[in-house]
């Protein structure tokens, strides 16, 4: 089983011309969306967060069970759910707006023990920002890796969110020993200010950068690096589609039996090629929608 631990959120997506046109919610987080994208490509998977009892809670939760997702970790609370307001750009690129002030997902407590089962434990974005569940995120991420298993972390930058920079990047380096898998953008990249080899020798047994249209690159410990170019496909939003690679890459990890760190470097180039398409593939099906709606698995074919 894979764990994705961290926020689930209502995004309001404008559905035409103008910021608010016809705002429509849907469900929404990185976290979230990574383990939607999960069930939808037949990955056992499971949901650790806090969720709101309100509506949107309710909605997040059938949203989950509708993708197979195993929903026993999941925390409830009174706390309303947090809202991000989306703006999509001529380019499909989406930037994003939050209403985060006493919500439920930010009450996160550390779980006594992970799910039977887990074979990796999937973090990032709002999550590891805002307190007191941000700490509670990073002992989770601490205490799984002391204990051997999978890490994968995508920070997933929104710097709206970030009140002091500085800090942040520092907590950043800090998660690294604890890290098996890094994946971020290429914005992400040159927000923190540091290069692939320097997480590599920080920690992470891989890294691997997305390039929008452009592709994918991955770097290994041992020095390698493997890249493939994006899938074309007439771009709607990108909204959901990094969360889409996440789970892909842990979806096909796991299918080549290959979720350990020391696994990452074996791949070589023709394993890595094959993950790379197929996440490829997965993110250009969900750039071909509005909002977060990853592909299943019967429209990405085989790994």
Known sequence: MIVVAGEALIDLVPQGAGALADLKPALGGGPYNTAVALGRLGSPAAFCSRLSRDAFGRALLDGLRRAGVDVRAVQRGAEP?????????????????????????????????????VRAVSFGTCSLVLEPGASAYEELMRGAAAEGVFTALDPNIRAGLI??????????????????????????????????????????????????????????ADGAEYAVPGEKTEVVDTIGAGDTVN???????AALDALRA???????????????????????????????EPPYAAEVGEL
């Open 81 to 117: 759910t947090t809202l991000a307001l989306a703006t999509v750009g001529d380019d499909g690129s989406a930037a994003y707006s939050f209403y985060v002030d006493g919500t439920a997902d930010r009450l996160f407590e550390t779980p006594a023990a992970l799910p039977a089962g």
């Open 163 to 220: 009140p002091d920079t500085d800090a942040y990047r520092a907590r950043f380096r800090g998660w690294l020993p604890s890290v098996s898998l890094l994946k971020l953008s290429a914005e992400d990249a040159r927000w923190l200010g540091g290069t692939p080899r320097e997480w590599l020798a920080a920690g992470p047994s891989a890294v691997v950068i997305t390039h929008g249209g452009d592709g994918l690159t991955a770097y290994t």
């Open 262 to 292: 020391d696994d990452l470097v074996g791949l070589g180039a023709a394993g890595w090629t094959r993950l790379l398409r197929f996440a490829a593939r997965a993110a250009a099906l969900t750039c071909s929608r509005a909002g977060a």
């Open 247 to 253: 789970a892909a890459l842990l979806h096909g990890l």
